[in-house]
């Protein structure tokens, strides 16, 4: 499933002049050190695996004495103003040491696999905690191979979660089971409903401060469930729980950019609402930068938006859903979270939280991230007539997703029902 295959270029004899000169410029003690840094920065440079055109990163120095390389996925820390939280510009991640313990749990499925292996490059994590029902000594084991900071650990069963879950800061959800094809998130309630609960109960337990990120679906009733198991052991703080609408963002950025020759790294989309078919809704005319659409560009950009799970799911025929794109998307927000955490300013995302701007009890819209988690919420400006009828129906489902979450984590309905 991978390869370990490499390839070399062949150094030219007519080369071996120049390599001499360099061999007399480099033993001199005055560019010794230069050198020695440059051999690091090279070595960091070319494990990135985001694009050339990304602006700088700059090299971390850690305490013990390695250099680590910061790994940014996104646009998830814009500097901007909040009067205009929308628009920002990419930043660079400045950790002076790994600091946070990030638990996984469902890390050997799908999804797990590949987010803990790019939560594994990144320097903001002192230890990575992977935990599933079965399988995580092999991807622990696996992922511990990678010359990176972080330390890994593998946790598997019940009798081990306790041991997973203490001291972590941030835990993020992606256990369960994934769509296939005819099914909609809603129909993945009946099992996720359970696990995520079950989970949820241990977080209360071993590490109630922690920030909690589900993605495990349907969000808009897994959120819900989350946040009254937590009030139930009397721990929940609303700022603290989020619901990963990430790829949302992700993909109306690269849906953008696409139709409109642009590039992707650059295009900022406001995604609010849910996470499930009509209830994602794409705010295109506060794109940034600025871009017009037609009505059917408006329309077609919209659906395709709402429907790029089932575009996965169909495309993978009956052998899995967004897998890939979904790590992505989590680790960028994972990365969000983690330098709010660390106490940088103007880090923002957009992601399904306990919110009061709209008469729903959760809602997804931007938010700041902070040391203690959302620190602030923000509305959702200015809209068109045909944004706002998106959100008349975007309202009118997720009410009942939302509804069936909290009566499933209250204890007041089962899962089958």
């Known amino acids: 499933r991978h390869s370990e295959n490499a390839t070399h270029a062949p150094v030219h004899s007519s080369n071996f002049f120049f390599v001499k000169m360099a061999i007399a410029v480099v033993a001199s003690p005055k560019v010794a050190v230069a050198c020695s840094a440059a051999r690091a920065t090279k070595r960091t440079a070319a494990a990135s695996a985001f694009p050339a055109g990304r602006p700088a990163l700059n090299t971390v120095v850690l305490k013990r004495g390695v ?110 089971v994934p769509r296939k094809p005819g099914m909609t998130r809603d129909d993945l309630f009946n099992i996720n409903a359970g696990i995520v609960k079950t989970l949820v109960e241990g977080v209360a337990k071993y590490c109630p401060s922690a920030l909690v990120a589900i993605i495990s679906n349907p969000v808009n009733s897994t959120v819900p469930i989350a946040a009254e198991v937590l009030k139930s052991a009397g721990v929940y703080d609303p700022k603290k729980v989020f619901g990963v609408t990430t790829l949302d963002i992700v993909r109306a950025n690269t849906f953008v950019a696409e139709a409109k020759g642009l590039d992707p790294m650059e295009v900022d989309v406001p995604v609010v609402g849910g996470h499930a078919g009509e209830t994602i809704l794409p705010l295109l005319s506060q794109t940034s930068p600025s871009v017009s659409f037609t009505p059917e560009e408006l329309q077609s950009l919209t659906v395709r938006i709402q429907n790029a799970g089932t575009e996965v799911v169909d495309a993978k025929a009956g052998k899995g859903s967004a897998t890939l794109s979904m790590a992505y998307a989590a680790a960028r927000f994972a990365e969000a979270c983690l330098r709010g955490l660390s106490g940088e300013e103007d880090v923002f995302e957009c992601t399904f939280v306990d919110s009061q701007i709209t008469e729903l009890p959760f809602f997804s819209s931007k938010v700041r991230l902070g040391p203690n988690g959302a620190e602030e919420v923000f509305g959702l400006g200015e809209l068109t007539d045909f944004e706002k009828a998106g959100l008349e129906k975007c309202n009118e489902l997720l009410i009942k997703s939302i509804e069936k979450g909290v009566q499933f984590g209250a204890g007041e309905a089962t899962a089958s029902a």
């Open 67 to 176: 250099s680590c390389r910061p790994l940014e996925l996104s646009s998830s820390s814009r500097a901007t103003t909040l009067r205009n939280p929308r628009r920002a510009t990419v930043t660079s991640q400045a950790f002076a040491e790994p600091q946070f313990k990030v638990g996984v749990l469902g890390a050997a499925g799908g999804i797990g696999q590949p987010l803990s292996l790019l939560l594994k490059m990144n320097t903001a994590i002192k230890e990575l905690a992977v935990y599933d029902i079965m399988g995580t000594p092999g991807v622990a084991a696996d992922l511990s191979h990678c010359n990176t900071c972080s330390t890994v650990k593998g946790y598997m069963g019940d009798e081990e979660l306790e041991a997973c879950l203490t001291g972590c800061d941030l835990v993020i959800i992606p256990a369960g």
